[in-house]
């Protein structure tokens, strides 16, 4: 298996209304953007307003070429019809109707039916990577149903690759040593503000050859402005006063090197060399130029250096800061 990924990867959520709605014609423009700007992964799941992500996701990529882009979702969750009125859905922070719920299942004939279910609302003939999708607090089951029925789907050539997403590194790692996977997707766990996925997650995928996708690098809006304020998120919630501190702390030293904090945090887990991709949501064409601008401008080694010195950052040897592409390999 050998999968390309763009280095910038567009993250489908926002569009499906992630704290705010989002119209269908904003969402086609803003894909249109990612494509224009070069973006040829794209990453979804039946999560992302109950199925809107997909739906919106498939029509704006209908009639390009399959074989030119890579295209992820992700399964654990399936989504079941609510009788009914229906309100908002809150309990997924989506600004769309609760028109479902979200049902748990892990099994293999769930993973099987999550995956069917997913091509039907993005009406494209095939996934590349199939993610299972938070399992960090269902470990057992995700060991022994749902990686088994991943590889059984790779195997019949169902998906070309599998993984697993979480914000859990230490749950990662896990399954990395113990499952048979192609890439995981580590979510706010590797970014300029903290990276715990260096401790386990990452020498279990060097070791087994597992490809990394880097997800909420700005640590869900904690360093996408160039001046981090109390109003700022941190983990869907409120950001800590500690956090914060370290988030301003990282901006001053970024701002002495001419570059803002959202440069910074989205070339910072590119350098690694095991990350393939930078999976970021956005929910506008101007956020998608926004992003391709800050990839597209390099970041001095000068400004690498100071965080290290100050222990910002690990002092490590230098690594990637590139612009090449990168690939999933097994």
Partial sequence: MDLALSRLGFGAAPIAGLYSAVD??????????????????????????????????????????????????????????????????????????????????LSRDGIRRSL???????????????YLHDPEDR?????????????????????????????????????????????????????????????ALFPACAERRVGVVAAAVFNSGLLATAEPGPDATYEYGAVPPPVLRRARELAAVCAGHGVDLPRAALRFPLRHPLVSSAVVGMRSPAEVAENAARLAEPVPSALWESLARRGLIPDEEPLLDDERGARVRR
């Fill in 24 to 105: 269908d014609d904003t969402a086609a423009a803003t894909v249109d953007a990612a494509w224009a700007a070069g973006i040829r992964y794209f990453d979804t799941a039946p999560h992302y307003g109950l199925g809107r992500s997909e739906r919106l996701l498939g029509a704006a990529l209908a009639g390009r070429d399959r074989d030119s882009y890579v295209l992820s979702t992700k399964a654990g969750r399936l989504l079941v019809p609510v009788d009914g009125a229906a309100g908002s859905d809150d309990e997924g922070r989506f600004a769309v109707p609760a028109s479902h719920r979200r049902l748990w299942d």
């Fill in 116 to 130: 069917d279910e997913s091509l039907q609302r993005l009406g494209l003939d095939r996934v590349d990577l199939l």
């Fill in 139 to 199: 470990m057992d089951e995700a060991m022994a149903t749902a990686l088994p029925a991943l590889a059984e789907l790779r195997a019949e050539g169902a998906v070309r690759a599998v993984g697993v997403g979480s914000k859990d590194a230490a749950a990662l790692a896990r399954l990395v040593r113990e499952g048979d996977l192609d890439a995981v997707m580590v979510a706010g766990r590797y970014t300029l503000l903290e990276q715990p996925a260096q401790d």
